[in-house]
């Protein structure tokens, strides 16, 4: 009994003790802040969760933060891979196509870039050159001149070193009792070769410019480039002309199918020379301008041929544009008209002259029997002079038709001959008479 008494005790002496701690704490857990009710909380929360459970999520946790931006680029980089090779073209074309537009894109950038910035940039250095350009050609244009005329000099020299035609010895005498001016052509040495076989066919033409009213030629020496001519010209010229005009000596090598080459010339002028006693001197060939065809004028031809009656008909029409031969800036124009075969002259006839014109209209015919049988081989060469009182008649120029011709000349002749009994009327230009004479000389090809 003293046992079960004193155990009552002790329980009654224990229970009063617990409300007053629970009093005690109750206001202490009050007074606690939020950061330690959090901790609090925190701990309750550690205290009550499995140990284990804990460890796990909190490990979870931290890897899946520390690992999720690795985890996106693989997820989608095995999603591009999955769908690329869904694709029906193969891979390497898909990186041919990206490197494609990589490149067009640069290239659009560099082009956009260019035109943004390097336009600024152009005008400064354009400025920059160009004042310095003629800063350059402001200094160099004195040394440039300089430069020019020594090259153009040594340019002379060599082109004359070059250009070695030859020599010609001639002789000056002059009559003054009759007024005449010999003028003798005596030889030439190591003319220019012309010809393809390494020669020349030489021959010299003597005239007095400005007129050019008089010409002599000498004769052809065949394949020859040291000629000896040894011939004599004589002009007929008062002594008070003489200071006003230029002596020309023009040496030419004969082609008899084409034009004459002209191999070079001398030219003298009269008033340099003393002409009081005669004079024979050797002077170099020098290159001569090419002259320009001289216009001599046109004349209109009608021919007209009947085959049963073997008549050939000329009728010298008119002329125009004829050279002027007279002092006075007219001529004196007729026409001749021979008709030869083989170089023969088979007959001759020719106009009235016409006073004081260079249109003259003659409107002249003249006929001819000709065989049916020699009609082909026949020439009818016209040549329009000048006539003259005192001295001989000046030829103008010349044309022909017939054997040989070419050009207007034949298709004339070929028009008449398709014509029969009727007149065909053509104009023709005048020629240089030593051109037309080597033409109806030569052989037809």
């Known amino acids: 009994m003293r046992l079960d008494s004193a155990g009552i005790r002790a329980r009654r002496a224990a229970e009063p003790s617990e409300p007053e701690q629970e009093e005690a704490t109750e206001p202490g857990h009050h007074e606690h802040s939020p950061t330690e009710h959090h901790e609090h909380s925190h701990a ?10 804990h460890e796990h999520s909190h490990a979870e946790h931290h890897e899946h933060s520390e690992h999720h931006p690795g985890h996106d680029y693989n997820h989608m980089k095995e999603k591009f891979m999955t769908e690329l090779g869904h694709l029906p073209i193969p891979v390497w074309a898909v990186a041919a196509i990206v490197v494609v537009v990589l490149v067009l894109v640069a290239c659009f950038l560099f082009c956009l870039f260019k035109k943004c910035f390097g ?40 082109e004359k070193e070059q250009e070695k035609l030859g020599r010609l010895e001639f002789s000056l005498d002059y009559n003054f009792t009759d007024t005449q001016l010999i ?38 020496q065949r ?47 009269m008033n340099s020379v003393d002409l009081g006693q005669p004079m024979q ?21 009608s021919l007209r041929y009947v085959p049963t009656a073997g008549k050939l008909t000329v009728n010298i029409m008119e002329a125009k544009n004829l050279k002027k031969m007279d ?25 009235t002259v016409k006073k004081n014109t260079l249109n003259p209209y003659f409107n002249e015919s003249f006929s001819f029997e000709v065989p049916f049988e020699q009609i082909q081989k026949v020439q009818v060469v016209i040549t329009v002079l000048d006539y003259d009182k005192l001295g001989s ?42 051109e037309v004479d080597a033409a109806v000389k030569a052989k037809p090809r």
């Open 183 to 220: 003028v003798g052509i005596l030889q030439a040495q190591d003319l220019a070769a012309m010809d393809m076989g390494g020669t020349s066919d030489p021959y010299v033409k003597v005239f007095f410019l400005p007129d050019k009213k008089k010409k002599f030629e000498t004769k052809v």
């Open 119 to 158: 336009k600024k940039k152009k005008p400064k250095k354009v400025r920059e050159r160009k004042t310095g350009r003629r800063k350059k050609e402001k200094e160099g244009e004195g040394e440039a001149g300089e430069k020019e005329g020594e090259v153009k000099k040594e340019g002379e020299e060599q």
């Open 281 to 301: 001197q050797w002077r170099d060939v020098e290159s001569g301008e090419k002259e320009e065809q001289e216009r001599l004028g046109d004349v209109c031809i």
């Open 44 to 53: 309750e929360h550690h205290e009550h969760s499995p140990p284990e459970h």
């Open 393 to 434: 008649n000046d030829p103008i120029g010349k044309t022909f038709m017939g054997y040989g011709a070419t050009g207007v000349g034949l298709r004339h002749w070929s028009d008449m001959l398709a014509n029969p009994r009727r007149p065909v009327a053509q104009w023709h230009t005048l020629l240089p008479e030593e």
């Open 327 to 351: 002092v006075g800036g007219l001529s004196d124009p007729y026409v001749k008209i021979i008709l030869q075969q083989n170089g023969k002259r088979i007959k001759k006839k020719k106009t």
């Open 223 to 269: 394949k020859n480039l040291c000629p000896v001519f040894n011939e004599t010209f004589i002009f007929k010229v008062p002594y008070a002309e003489l200071g006003g005009k230029t002596l020309v000596l023009q040496v030419f090598d004969f082609d008899r199918f084409s034009k004459h080459d002209m191999i070079g010339e001398i030219k003298i002028p």
